[in-house]
């Protein structure tokens, strides 16, 4: 007797505890539901990785301004003069204005005053002015750095893109794996809560006609054991759903950067059991390793780099060239540079020059070179090796995919089955014709398939998004 009154108070206050807690969350009128559509959207618009990626862009657009800069025109004052002993020795003032071009010609224009009983003598006294070019005949004719730094600037916002679609799509996987898993959790919870339920009815029922004499005590025992073990497995599927809403917290922020916890009455808002997994058009493993191979932006980045890595070979390239620079300016009496800027002229007003020079051993230029050519080698085999690795994990996912389904199928088909085999050991139950100890049985399999179903389920819908994963366009 000392052991049912003890068996019968914890009984009661498990109950207490069970009903207080599904009122909180089984309430229709309570309950906040949260939809993937709407999750996602929430991780896309204020997730931190989001904003990061975001300033991956950001960055490299700054840096490509900075590039377009060194072709900005450019204003030069420079003044020089000395004056010893009560004697002006020269009076030097020059204003000039340079404007770089993407063909490597630089354009130059100026204004010189110039004056003094001891000037230099190849300097023009008075003032004057002057209009001309410089332009590389050799070396860095075809490219240089201005020229390889913007091409890169611009590559490099196009591979910051790319990376920012990759963290977007690592972001968006975790979330959405969060999530399933989150559900998962609580489809399992709701079948140990139905399963609670119906114990409770049936153990009430055995109670009363055990204390009628109209069954052993034992069954009473047995009732109590088996309701006890499912609200053990409840209280523990509901602890399981609590810590997967805490890892589904760790993607929900505000539009201000805080991180928002989840309140205890969200649930969520898809019932895989009414979704038919089989009815989804799924895309074929071609059209995905297509997809990969085209939109996977891990493969884009690598495109953009040996772009980028292509640009500095051409550049290094420059430093095997011999230096061959002309410049040329026009000059004129006075500040009128434009009259002397009508032509180019060797008979007279002119100022010419040529710079020659190459090293004899030209051993930098070859080093460097090589060193460019292996560069873009290395980055060829690591994208190629990452292609493959990106086709394998398609193929992967895609694979498990279909033997989600398959498993899915097979347990629908077991569960079905053990429900009518709990249907007739619950009738004859009734007559009189079975006991308690195999109807509990029958009933600890379909709470089992249930709970296999529940679990499979929610890794086909998982599975949805990792193919995409894989693939590289999940956005």
């Not at 690591?382 to 990106?390: F, G, V, Y």
Request: charged share 20%; hydrophobic share 40%.
């Amino acid at each position: 007797m000392l052991k049912k009154g003890i068996g019968c108070c914890l009984l009661m206050l498990t109950m207490l505890l069970g009903h207080y807690r599904l009122q909180a969350q089984a309430g229709t009128d309570t309950l906040l539901r949260l939809l993937p559509d709407e999750y996602l959207a929430l991780v896309r618009n204020f997730h931190p990785v989001m904003k990061q990626a975001g300033f991956l862009v950001s960055g490299a657009e700054a840096y490509l301004l900075a590039s377009r800069g060194m072709f900005d025109p450019s204003i030069y004052f420079s003044t020089d003069q000395k004056t010893f002993g009560g004697t002006s020795y020269f009076n030097y003032s020059n204003t000039e204005l340079k404007i770089p071009t993407w063909f490597g010609v630089e354009l130059m224009a100026g204004i010189e005053s110039n004056n003094g009983l001891r000037m230099n003598r190849s300097i023009t006294e008075g003032q004057s002015s002057y209009a001309g070019f410089k332009v590389p005949l050799a070396k860095n004719l075809v490219m240089d750095k201005r020229r390889a730094a913007l091409q890169q600037a611009k590559l490099l916002v196009s591979q910051s893109k790319a990376e920012r679609l990759l963290a977007v799509n690592d972001l968006m996987f975790d979330a959405i794996g969060a999530y399933w898993n989150w559900v998962r959790e609580y489809q399992v919870y709701k079948v140990l809560t139905d399963a609670v339920r119906i114990n409770q009815v049936r153990y009430e029922g055995i109670r009363i006609t055990v204390e009628q004499g109209d069954r052993a005590g034992v069954d009473s025992t047995e009732a109590l054991t088996q309701l006890l073990t499912f609200q053990a497995q409840q209280n523990e599927a509901f602890m399981r759903f609590l810590t997967a809403g805490y890892e589904l917290s760790n993607f929900l922020w505000t539009e201000d950067e805080k991180p928002v916890l989840i309140p205890g009455n969200l649930v969520p808002g898809v019932n895989t059991d009414s979704i038919n997994p089989f009815s989804i058009a799924y895309q074929p493993l071609n059209d995905l390793l297509q997809l990969a191979t085209v939109s996977h932006p891990k493969l884009q980045s690598f495109d953009f780099k040996l772009d980028a890595l292509e640009v500095e070979r051409r550049l290094k390239f420059q430093s095997l060239l011999p230096t061959v620079d002309l410049k040329y300016n026009a000059l004129s009496k006075g500040y009128e540079w434009w009259k002397g800027a009508g032509a180019v002229t060797f008979d007279n007003n002119f100022k010419f020059g040529l710079d020659v020079g190459i090293p004899l051993f030209i051993r930098q230029g070859r080093g460097d070179y090589k060193a460019a050519k292996i560069k873009i080698q290395s980055t060829t085999l690591d994208r190629d090796m990452t292609r493959l690795n990106i086709e394998n994990k398609v193929r992967q996912y895609f694979n498990e995919q279909i033997n989600l389904l398959q498993q899915l199928r097979l347990q629908e088909r077991a569960l079905d089955a053990y429900r009518k085999v709990l249907a007739v050991e619950l009738m004859k139950f009734e007559l009189g014709e079975s006991t308690l100890f195999l109807l509990n049985s029958r009933e600890n399999k379909v709470l089992e398939s249930q709970q296999k179903v529940a679990e499979t389920r929610a890794k086909v819908f998982k599975s949805l998004y990792g193919v995409q994963w894989a693939a590289g366009i999940l956005r």
